[in-house]
């Protein structure tokens, strides 16, 4: 078992930045890819980032992409989502997500993910 728990959400202005944090354990951490989605009220859960279980490979979204910024410290086991230049469509309860299987490559596809957080509010005013 994986347990994930985010940090860092909150009330933050448009053009402003935030830095979400998902911290992990319960297995080797290091072996297994990481993704964040989010999901906003009335709408379906959607991909934004996900990062190999080494740090190498990283994937974004379209409507992130050169906005946020993936990244994990796997000495703490901790996967992080830098978030610049936020815009109010980004408001969304943002969800850190583990993939299961022992260095299974990184996933856009929420339903190839097998553990969850608890998520984190994050709100864009205009």
């Known amino acids: 078992q994986v347990q994930l728990v985010e940090s860092g959400g909150g009330l933050v202005q448009a053009g402003g930045s935030l830095r979400l944090s998902c911290a992990a354990s319960?297995?080797?951490?290091?072996?297994?890819?990481m993704g964040w989605f989010r999901q906003a009220p009335g709408k379906e859960r959607e991909f934004v980032a996900a990062?190999?279980?080494?740090?190498?490979?990283?994937y974004y979204s379209d409507s992130v992409k050169g906005r946020f910024t993936i990244s994990r410290d796997n000495a703490k086991n901790t996967v992080y989502l830098q978030m610049n230049s936020l815009k109010p469509e980004d408001t969304a309860v943002y969800y850190c997500?583990?993939?299961?299987?022992?260095?299974?490559?990184?996933?856009?596809?929420?339903?190839?993910?097998?553990?969850w957080g608890q998520g984190t509010q994050v709100t864009v005013s205009s």
């Open positions: 319960g297995r080797t951490f290091s072996n297994y890819a």
């Open positions: 997500a583990a993939r299961g299987r022992y260095r299974f490559p990184l996933s856009k596809t929420a339903e190839e993910y097998d553990y």
């Open positions: 990062i190999s279980w080494s740090g190498a490979n990283t």
